[in-house]
C-alpha cells in the first residue's frame, strides 16, 4: 500500500515562517492517525518533504501506527516537485509507504499512480486528509480515503 497524507493545519507564515502545525492542525492529525491505525495502517517507511509541517504530521502517524517505522525526509516531496520522481522511487516498491506532503504534489502523484492526468484529481484529493493506494496487478488502485472534515473512511 501506498498512503498520501496532506500535512494537517499550520500557522500562517506571519505568524511564524517555520509553520508549524497550528493547535487544530496537532488535534486533527492525531485524530486522522488514531482513525488510519484502527483501519489497519502500519507503514514500513514514512516519508515527509522536511517542512516542520510535514514533519509533524508524519509523527503523529509514525507514534501511533507503527513506532517502529523508518521516519525520514525525503528529496521530491516539495508542493511543486515533478511527480514522476516519486513514481519511479515508487515502483517495484513492496514495502508499505506512506508520504506526507503539500498540495498540489500529493494529488499529482495520486493521478500518476493511478494513471490519470497529473492535474485530473487537484480538487478532489482531501485537505490535510489521506488517501490509500493499492497495487493491482501492474497499476494502483485508490482504496479508500480519510477525509478530516468526516473521520470516516470512504471505501471506494
Known sequence: M???VHHADAVSPAEEPARPLSPRGRATAALLADAAARLGVKPAVIWHS?????????????RVC???????????LQPDDPPMWMLDRL???TRDIMVVSHMPFLPRLRG??????PDAALTTFPMNGMV????????????????????????R
Open 50 to 62: 522536511g517542512k516542520l509541517r510535514t514533519r509533524q504530521t508524519g509523527e503523529a502517524f509514525w
Open 91 to 93: 515502483s517495484g516498491e
Open 132 to 155: 490509500a493506494l493499492a497495487p493491482d496487478g501492474d497499476r494502483w488502485v485508490e482504496a479508500w480515503r480519510l477525509d478530516p472534515d468526516r473521520l470516516t473512511a470512504v471505501v
Open 112 to 117: 500518476a499512480l493511478l494513471g490519470e492526468h
Open 2 to 4: 501506498v498512503y498520501l
Open 66 to 76: 507503527n513506532p517502529l517505522a523508518s521516519f525520514s525526509a525525503e528529496r521530491g
